[in-house]
């Protein structure tokens, strides 16, 4: 029977090796010592279980190498990345990331485009933070992914040279190197990768509007279809030096430059057909966009022990300036004549500058009791002078209704305090952070301005008690919130092409989420959890068709509502000595509230997320996993997401006595990782269907000096 079981998840397979806080779980790699006869094994896992966070050991993963960050998000245990590079947990969109447990200021394509030009090769680990506690950010309704970056070697010169190369439509390459020098009490690291990703997507969008919301009656139909190339390029570095001043304080000094360029072409065309059926319009239509964008941290952090034994302080300050530049340009030949389209262009600059400091303090009370408290500001300015315009009588005029000079200025203030204590059986977690907020908006070229500030806390809760040995129970709560970007505020549109455009709304109010979740543990095999999470003012993507000229605008809206609820099980086996499986399922439900395009509700939607993870050691150098996911249909705000699978290969072989490796991965086999949404909402249907460019066969290597 237990054969039958298991034969039946390695037909969905995806992800694996799960522990506890334990060192005796699952297998990946086994290194083994022997001192007199006695032999010590030590595990690399590849997957860690916590209570309050599953953590993705990346540089234990066969699949992952070779790849980008946005790549490895994908294979993270209960994340989902959209089309356009946007993250979510359990189902649950709105994340926070950070970057080695600092949050990041970008906005989300700044964001797709950074995780995408960071390669693989530097990641250790990502954690996935379902709960945290008072300490972080109270970012993210629905928790924080913080992707952990590989330190600097031990004493001595050490370090890393990698290269790889894959080919799915297009080409893709990642080579670099990691280098540090530690001598006493003085260090020096740096690091250095060039990536190059080639992606095309093929894109079709089909579009009904109907007479009234009863959609009885067909006024038109939309067709629209691309296919786009995607050359990404960037070149990141990072260069630092640490200190010892004494056996108690630490300093670091360092300089992080993240340099690159991406471009969109797409060539595709739109059809318009009136309730007759008869053809209206028929455009043949081209997008190239452009985008450059220069950004540079300086980093200044050190730590201090203090006498008392556990008792420290930390301090952190990163001033970062990034630039961003896209220019865009848009036409469209109409073949039916008589109607001309104008051709379009764009400049769009964007200058980020960033200050964020905090000061962290962890004091030991009585036996077993701790403390920590601290203090975090950030400000940031953002500003955004677009410029839009149209080709008429053989010149180029400034469109006004487009172009729109925004500046952005938001400043954050948090404390927080966070207690911890231990008894026997029970260990208690609990504490507060408050943040003040303050947001300056300022509309130029409207000569508006808008000012909001508020001041919200942020409760958090966690429990654990250990029933025996090998089992245990423990329960969380949090308050969160997620807070609209700079330019989710901004009404300037921004094209994808001549007929679609999206626009922000300066509307917009924070989200807020009251997060639970209560679940049960044995050993460190099985580990069962029940969460519910509710979001107040919810942000909800909508879509406004006008017939006039046949274009789509794509905005957000706060709902009432959002209601997120599940089950989560993580199960590992050991089917042989060389041969372990982890399995995660994930059954969930999103349920929304509110006025949405004259509707009230949208239909909820029970959705499955399966996954399992097969590691197989070949022999003491040869190891090889196969990986698969499986998601049914799931909500998407007012989306409805059509189910998707995905089967991944890997194979490793170690070389040049074991300093060197060599691995070989196909990502998505059977190309059925597809992003599938459709939307039915007052009088318009709409149906997207993204072909990814998701099946990648990419060959590395890796040496350690």
Do not use: C
């Not at 197989?616 to 499986?630: G, H, L, R, S, V």
Request: proline share 2%.
């Amino acid at each position: 029977m237990k054969n039958i079981i298991t034969s039946i998840m390695l037909a969905f397979s995806v992800y694996g090796y799960s522990q506890t806080e334990k060192e005796k779980d699952s297998i990946v790699e086994t290194s083994i010592n022997v001192l007199d006869e006695i032999v010590i094994t030590k595990k690399k896992v590849l997957y860690t279980q916590k209570s309050d966070r599953m953590i993705f050991n990346v540089e234990n993963s066969i699949v992952s190498e070779g790849g980008t960050a946005l790549d490895v998000l994908m294979r993270a245990p209960g994340v989902v990345v959209s089309q356009d590079g946007e993250l979510s947990i359990r189902g649950q969109q709105g994340v926070g990331v950070m970057i080695n447990g600092k949050l990041t200021p970008l906005s989300q394509k700044e964001l797709a485009n950074y995780l995408k030009s960071t390669t693989s090769s530097n990641i250790k680990q990502i954690e996935v933070i379902t709960n945290p506690s008072s300490k972080y950010d109270a970012t993210g309704k629905a928790g924080m992914i913080n992707i952990i970056l590989k330190k600097p070697g031990t004493a001595g010169i050490k370090g890393t040279v990698f290269s790889s190369y894959g080919r799915g439509r297009k080409n893709r390459t990642n080579s670099g190197l990691n280098l540090s020098y530690n001598k006493d009490k003085f260090g020096v690291f740096g690091n250095y990768s060039y990536t190059f990703r080639g992606e095309e997507e093929r894109k079709k969008f089909e579009q009904i509007q109907y007479t009234d919301n009863t959609r009885q009656e067909i006024s038109t139909k939309n067709y629209q279809h691309s296919t786009t190339n995607e050359p990404l390029t960037s070149n990141n570095f990072k260069v630092g030096t640490s200190y010892e001043i004494s056996s108690k304080t630490n300093l670091e000094v360092s300089l992080d430059a993240k340099i690159g360029r991406y471009e969109n072409i797409a060539n595709g065309g739109n059809t318009l057909y009136n309730n007759l059926n008869v053809l209206q319009f028929d455009a043949l239509t081209y997008n190239d966009s452009k985008e450059k964008w220069y950004d540079y941290t300086y980093a200044f952090s050190g730590v201090h022990k203090f006498n008392t034994e556990g008792k420290n302080m930390s301090f952190d300050f990163e001033y970062e300036t990034s630039k961003f530049r896209s220019n865009q340009f848009q036409s469209a030949q109409n073949l039916i004549p008589g109607t001309t389209i104008n051709d379009r262009r764009g400049y769009i600059p964007s200058q980020l500058k960033v200050f964020t400091g905090k000061v962290d303090f962890t004091n030991p009370l009585k036996d077993k009791q701790t403390l920590e408290w601290g203090f975090k500001a950030g400000l940031k300015n953002n500003d955004n002078p677009s410029v839009y315009e149209y080709y008429n009588n053989n010149q180029w005029i400034v469109d006004l209704n487009s172009t729109n000079h925004f500046e952005y200025n938001e400043q954050i203030y948090a404390a927080y305090a966070n207690y911890k204590y231990r008894l026997e059986k029970l260990s208690i977690q609990g504490g507060v952070r408050t943040e003040y907020t303050a947001i300056n908006i300022n509309q130029k070229t409207l000569n508006e301005n808008h000012k909001d500030d508020y001041l919200k806390w942020f409760p958090s809760l966690s429990l654990k008690y250990e029933l025996s040995s090998n089992h245990s129970m423990h329960a969380s709560y949090s308050k969160r919130i997620n807070r609209p970007s700079q330019f989710d505020l901004n009404p300037f549109r921004f094209y994808d092409d001549t007929f679609n455009y999206s626009q922000g709304n300066p509307n917009l109010v924070p989200e807020i989420t009251h997060s639970s979740e209560i679940g049960y543990s044995w050993k460190s095999a099985f580990m069962a959890s029940v969460y519910f999470n509710q979001t107040k003012d919810v942000f909800t993507e909508i879509y406004v068709y006008n017939p006039a000229d046949n274009t789509t605008v794509t905005t957000q809206i706060n709902a009432d509502k959002s209601y997120n609820y599940g089950i989560n099980i993580t199960n590992t086996t050991d089917i042989y000595k060389w041969w372990s499986v982890n399995t995660l399922l994930n059954v969930f439900e999103n349920k929304f509230e509110g006025n949405i395009i004259n509707t009230n509700t949208i239909n909820p939607i029970v959705t499955l997320n399966l996954s399992v993870q097969n590691s197989f050691t070949i022999t003491d150098t040869w190891k090889a996993e196969a990986n698969a996911q499986y998601q049914s249909k799931s909500n998407v705000g007012i989306y409805e997401r059509d189910s998707f699978f995905d089967f991944s290969i890997g194979l490793s072989k170690q070389l040049l006595a074991k300093k060197g490796s060599v691995k070989f991965n196909v990502t998505d086999i059977f190309n059925t990782n597809k992003y599938n949404i459709n939307s039915v909402i007052g009088q318009t249907s709409i149906d997207k269907r993204y072909n990814l460019d998701s099946r990648v066969a990419t060959i590395s290597f890796t040496y350690r000096i």
